[in-house]
């Protein structure tokens, strides 16, 4: 009988968490629309959408790789670094599809070589990830010479211009990647593989499951996550920009938190990182309508995250005391 | 007054008495109605088996664990302990086996790490700490310098830093947990040296140790427990080493549990001259289809460290694996399970079973493999296997979703085992499989064990429950300082014969 009851209850716990997430989602928005109208309209929420997807598709990419108690917050220089060899590469003459596909591989490449560092010589991820960042962004630079560098196409501009159904295209690619997390996460092998390396690496390990193997793989993943985001980039500016990224971890990883993943691992979803990216989201062009200096932007962000992090804490040491 | 006057002899008599001291965990009775006193300037040894009790008596008198029932006198004064620290003011200090030294300060720092001296100005005084520490450290016999850096004595060394901070504390009774398990022959001399001139300045002291000739040589008195009650209390000169071993193992096991005779097949599994570090020395042995074999060892024997090695958690440093006649080179889990090895680790709740997820996503978490085609997870294939084992095993749980840390220590253990049955493994590591679980699940896991070798499964196991070993395995193989020392055929031995093997 008694312990019915407590599951019963743990149960309702975890589902009025998201819930929770929504309803804070849904006063924000309120709020936003009250304060300025120009906030609802469909010319805001399209531009909203469109700045969303950089942050949405990172912040997915990074969701199975936490779940999994890695953590990488380089792909921001990734993104700058990446966008910036296309454009140089593009400037000498090489096609189109030539530089997209070595500017991914680099990408890549990147979020392989920080998988096999921490996995191998058991490091601590974000002091790795640290490094690579400040090297990426320093290599950024030097090719760039600290000027951003065009790189306009008709393709490109295509991609970043049109609009299907009044969905800007760009947002189709964020869609895209949250039904293929989603699937990845709920219904294969590999995410169920994720979430037992998360729930306790060391019985995972012992179940033989390649706990190191499947977190390279996750951050080589991540990699290819920031390739793209560093494509929609280059398309929607129609520049690689060396500082592109710069801005990014705290975003991406406010989302990621907001949304129920600890930096401990074991839990989250796909779910609670879209409505993580959305709340995130929607603070920043909230408070960008209501014409405040962008410095409030980061401050307000910086806040929130911190806001929601102690409550995670909070209600997690009040259930263990329990 | 006649009466005040006999009590005051009375309490003078003992610097120490515990009185029924009774302590239950959720489950366990971890200690039972356990009495022992302890005069000035006495050595009280105290034995026991892993589990018998001892560690949550000193857990106790240091304050570390709450006192529920019964009385602790201290120089016949009543004493509540509500932390280590109170403890540690009534004079009580434990020198626990796992030393607990700063190493990267030196031992005059060490010695005074809680009481730091300082001048008016509130600078350290180097000086004094020195000289007193010298002091100390001479009045002990030892001529450590004050200003070494502790990480550069041995264990010995460090051990007496830690006495000499005990003394400076001024402990009354001072509680030492196998002091002598990590020592060279030397130190050990010289911590017996230690020890007889604490005792000529008054100093009592509790012994805790699994070397039954130490006993003779340090003690006065010894006390013996055994399944959380004191089962034996004698003076160290009326006694023998036969006497305190019947004491600490206790009655005869066999004739509760009877196992049935299986037949055995041929060699599934053969280790030659394994070494891992210093840790595993040149170990070689085989097991058959249909075998039960245990391993024992005391603590620091290696035994553990075996079935890790076995199981690619650590990689071997040398030696071959064979399994049914074939090489196996075993560098990870993932290749032992290829292997059919099923590995039921010693830490369930860290290393068995994770914690946070279902029953089911437990039970397949080893063969996700079969668990669908392709890269799909099927749910319906996992309902059905999951089901059925926990049907099999009779595993007691709301439902396949319930959380596993809901679940009994016993029946958490069933999964784990339930875990390795659904990748039909045939050669199963158990480290204490039966540690900390009910009496009912226990016999449970015996039965589960013996299915297994009708099947012609192998089962090696780690226990160090000596009537545990001898009722539900074949034989025994007995292993000190990461070495084999001995192996008997379980029938033909005893658990006085099996212990004495392990301690000399």
């Known amino acids: 009988m008694n312990k019915q009851v407590i599951v019963k209850e743990k149960k309702k716990f975890k589902l009025s968490d998201t819930i929770i997430l929504f309803i804070a989602l849904i006063v924000i928005v309120i709020f936003f629309t009250l304060m300025n109208r120009a906030f609802f309209s469909y010319a805001n929420i399209s531009t909203m959408l469109k700045n969303m997807v950089i942050t949405g598709i990172l912040a997915l990419g990074l969701t199975p790789l936490m779940i999994a108690r890695g953590l990488d917050i380089s792909f921001g220089s990734s993104v700058s670094f990446t966008g910036v060899l296309m454009a140089v590469l593009y400037n000498k003459g090489w096609s189109l599809s030539l ?180 709340i995130v989201s929607v603070i920043f062009n909230g408070v960008s309508v209501m014409n405040v200096e962008s410095y409030f932007i980061q401050m307000v962000q910086g806040l929130a995250l911190i806001l929601i992090v102690s409550m995670y804490e909070v209600r997690n040491k009040r259930a263990s005391r329990r | 007054m006649v009466f005040l006057d006999n009590q005051k002899i009375k309490t003078n008599e003992y610097l120490l008495e515990m009185k029924n001291i009774t302590k239950n965990f959720p489950g366990v009775c971890a200690l039972s109605n356990v009495s022992i006193n302890l005069k000035r300037g006495e050595i009280l040894g105290l034995l026991g088996e892993n589990g018998a009790g001892k560690s949550t008596l000193i857990k106790i008198l240091s304050g570390d664990y709450f006192l529920e029932e019964g009385e602790i006198y201290i120089e016949g004064e009543k004493k509540v302990f509500l932390s280590p620290a109170e403890s540690i003011l009534a004079g009580v200090r434990v020198i626990y086996q796992e030393l607990n030294t700063y190493d990267s300060l030196t031992v005059a720092e060490n010695i005074f790490a809680d009481n730091i001296v300082r001048n008016k100005a509130g600078i350290v005084n180097w000086k004094v700490m020195f000289q007193k520490s010298r002091e100390i450290l001479n009045n002990l016999g030892s001529n450590i310098n004050p200003n070494e850096y502790v990480e550069n004595l041995s264990v010995g060394g460090k051990q007496i830093v830690e006495i000499a901070r005990a003394i400076r504390q001024k402990a009354k009774i001072l509680v030492m947990d196998e002091p002598t398990s990590a020592l060279s022959e030397k130190d050990v001399e010289h911590l017996y040296e230690v020890i007889r001139k604490l005792k000529n300045d ?303």
């Not at chain 1, 690619?173 to 169920?192: C, N, P, S, Y």
């Not at chain 2, 553990?304 to 990870?332: M, N, P, Q, R, Y």
């Not at chain 2, 709740?349 to 392709?374: D, F, R």
């Not at chain 2, 001898?470 to 212990?499: A, C, N, P, Y």
């Open chain 1, 99 to 278: 530089c997209l596909v070595v500017g991914v591989a680099a990408a890549v490449i990147i979020g392989f070589i920080n998988g096999l560092l921490i996995e191998n010589f058991d490091l601590i991820p974000i002091i790795l990830t640290l490094g690579t960042m400040s090297i990426l962004s320093a290599l950024a630079l030097v090719l760039s010479k600290a000027f951003s560098v065009s790189m306009l196409t008709d393709q490109l501009y295509y991609f970043a211009t049109k609009s299907f159904l009044k969905i800007p295209i760009s947002v189709f690619v964020l869609i895209f990647f949250i039904i293929l997390f989603w699937f990845i996460l709920t219904f294969t092998k590999t995410g169920r593989v994720i979430y037992i390396i998360g729930a306790n690496p060391k019985v995972a390990l012992l179940s033989g499951v390649k706990v190191k193997k499947v977190r390279i793989l996750l951050y080589t993943f991540l990699g290819f996550i920031a390739g793209i985001a560093s494509i929609i980039m280059v398309a929607l500016t129609g520049v690689g920009n060396p500082l592109a990224g710069a801005k990014m971890a705290l975003p991406v990883l406010s989302a990621v938190v907001l949304g129920g993943i600890s930096l401990a691992g074991g839990a989250g979803s796909v779910w609670g990182t879209i409505i993580g990216v959305l």
């Open chain 2, 202 to 504: 008054g100093v009592s002291i509790i012994y805790i140790t699994h070397r039954i000739e130490e006993i003779f040589i340090i003690t006065d008195r010894v006390v013996v427990l055994r399944d959380s009650k004191k089962v034996g209390e004698k003076f160290t000169k009326d006694t023998n080493k036969a006497e305190l071993v019947k004491m600490i193992v206790g009655r005869d096991f066999s004739e509760q549990y009877k196992r049935t005779d299986i037949q055995k097949g041929n060699i599934i599994f053969e280790v030659k001259n394994l070494n891992y570090l210093d840790k595993i020395k040149d170990v070689s042995f085989t097991v058959k289809k249909g075998e039960i074999v245990s391993f024992f060892g005391l603590l620091g024997s290696g035994t553990h460290t075996l079935f890790s090695v076995l199981f690619g958690d650590k990689k071997k440093t040398s030696g071959e694996i064979f399994i049914e006649g074939k090489k196996a080179e075993i560098t990870h889990p993932f290749i032992a399970k290829l292997n059919m090895l099923g590995y039921i680790p010693y830490d369930r709740k860290e290393e068995g079973v994770a914690l946070s997820l279902n029953v089911k996503q437990n039970i397949t978490s080893t063969n996700l493999e079969e668990i669908g085609k392709g890269f799909i997870l099927d749910r319906d294939i996992e309902n059905i296997k999951a089901s059925e084992w926990v049907k099999k095993l009779s595993i007691k749980t709301q439902s396949l979703e319930t959380i596993v840390n809901n679940l009994s220590g016993g029946n958490q253990q069933k999964i784990v085992v339930a875990k390795w049955l659904e990748r039909n493994s045939k050669i199963f590591l158990m480290s204490e499989p039966t540690r900390g679980i009910d009496i009912g699940s226990k016999a449970e896991i015996y039965n589960i064990a013996e299915n297994l070798c009708m099947q012609g499964a192998a089962v090696l196991m780690v226990s160090s429950e000596l009537p545990e070993i001898l009722s539900v395995s074949d034989r025994v193989i007995v292993m000190k300082d990461g070495r084999i020392v001995g192996e008997f055929i379980t029938k033909q031995t005893t658990q006085e014969e099996i212990m004495h093997c392990a301690s000399t």
